[in-house]
């Protein structure tokens, strides 16, 4: 395994803790770094980096970080983001993942790309609902800021410093461990 190949894995796994954020955010800038040639993504994923590519998921960005500052919106599309979130994250991992066999690439983009994804977007979806309910929905925009400038932040640490990007997410994982096993109910 190359250098390259690692560093496209680790570009991969960022991104999909990202799409856990914000589903849309991080295709868009993986959108972005292909169109301005940043990043090559594998040749059955050219399309990405096009124009109507770009503009599309811009779009789709605007409209779904606006969505997620409306109060019960934000856990409708909790419904459908964590499904979607495993799809963008598997997406993604097979888009940017370079010189691998097929096997190996589709079981680390089904794993590491979608299983990512869902992981962060099912713990943000719990977190939302429990903003809901303690504050009303008021709280909400809140936890939507910060799960925008999560993504943001991610999106350009993977695409730019994809090292830095695993440690990050390897933080965020435990982090998202340590809240499961508190709020596990004890068998005892």
């Keep these: 395994m190359t250098v390259e190949t690692i560093i496209s894995i680790f570009l991969g796994i960022g991104l999909s803790a990202s799409v856990g954020f914000r589903v849309f955010l991080p295709l868009f800038a993986l959108s972005l770094s292909a169109y301005f040639d940043v990043w090559q993504l594998n040749e059955s994923w050219q399309w990405v980096g ?105 999106s350009a640490i993977s695409i730019f410093m994809p090292i830095l990007a695993i440690v990050l997410v390897l933080i965020i994982l435990f982090v998202i461990f340590k809240i499961y096993k508190k709020f596990k109910p004890s068998n005892t």
Excluded: K, Q
């Design 50 to 154: 096009s124009t109507t590519a770009l503009i599309t998921l811009g779009v789709a960005t605007v409209v779904e970080i606006c969505a997620y500052f409306i109060p019960y919106v934000d856990n409708l599309l909790d419904t459908v983001a964590v499904p979607l979130a495993a799809l963008a994250g598997t997406a993604v991992m097979l888009s940017t993942v370079a010189d691998l066999s097929p096997v190996v690439t589709w079981a680390l983009a089904i794993i590491a790309g979608g299983g990512t994804a869902a992981a962060v977007a099912g713990t943000s979806s719990t977190t939302r609902l429990a903003s809901t309910a303690t504050t009303g929905g008021l709280g909400n925009p809140i936890v939507s800021t910060l799960e925008t400038g999560t993504s943001v932040v991610m």
